[in-house]
């Protein structure tokens, strides 16, 4: 019995080594793969994990991600708490890449990035429980500082109709793409300048493209939280490193 247990801790602890060098060597080659500035973090489910390797077949891998951006209009900005569980991961003969049957990915950001991304002069911020049900975020600014910030030209003589006014508008969030998000303004004021409401809709409107995610995962769900947009999606076939 006592040699039993013995092996028992000798297997256990050889496993639990097997999976950190695997996880790390994951790492890295997730890291190279993608073009991500940081390298991920790896955790390895299952037990025992040599069996799972010696079966080519590994249960669940989740991968944390860093180094993942969001893009508009020529701004790059962070996306925070990029996750993605991959199930099924099939290793190569070889063992030196794994495709994951399936994998669910998610991905936040905040409303202070969300801004960052925005057009110049433009705050997105959360819009209470109600909007955000409904997919919203609440958009407001200078007006004149958002029509500048675009290239927008105001005659000096109109200044003075546009000078202190601010623009509130809720605009609904969706996916394009499975990779883009997509702001829109529900409606806009009225504004004491004829085909200016055009031109400011070019502006409070814009899309956010976001960058690094595996390919093969294909963003289909946006939520509006008190803590930013959050992303979710789905893919198959996705490839864990190689």
Do not use: C, W
Not at 37 to 50: M, N, Q
Request: glycine share 12%; no cysteine; aromatic share 4%.
């Amino acid at each position: 019995m006592i040699i039993t247990v013995v092996l028992g801790g000798i297997f256990v602890a050889v496993d639990r080594i097997a999976v950190n060098m695997a996880e790390s060597q994951a790492a890295d080659k997730i890291k190279s793969s993608q073009g991500l500035t940081s390298t991920p973090e790896i955790s390895i489910k299952g037990f025992p994990f040599l069996t799972q390797v010696m079966g080519k077949e590994l249960d669940e891998v989740d991968v944390s991600l860093a180094g993942i951006t969001a893009t508009a209009g020529g701004h790059s900005v962070n996306v925070t708490e990029v996750e993605a569980e991959l199930r099924s991961v099939k290793i190569d003969s070889s063992y030196s890449s794994a495709v994951a049957d399936r994998a669910d990915g998610s991905a936040r950001i905040s409303y202070a990035d969300l801004t960052k991304a925005a057009p110049k002069g433009a705050t997105v911020g959360y819009a209470g429980p109600e909007r955000a049900a409904k997919g919203q975020v609440k958009v407001t600014g200078s007006l004149l500082d958002l029509l500048e910030g675009a290239g927008i030209r105001i005659p000096g003589t109109f200044e003075g109709l546009l000078q202190g006014r601010t623009v509130s508008a809720y605009s609904t969030v969706s996916l394009k793409g499975g990779s883009t998000v997509q702001l829109k303004a529900e409606s806009l004021p009225k504004l004491p300048l004829p085909g200016f409401e055009a031109k400011l809709r070019k502006v409070i409107d814009y899309d956010l493209k976001i960058e690094g995610m595996p390919s093969t995962i294909k963003l289909d769900k946006v939520q509006a939280t008190d803590a930013g947009l959050r992303f979710s999606g789905r893919g198959t076939n996705v490839s864990l490193a190689g």
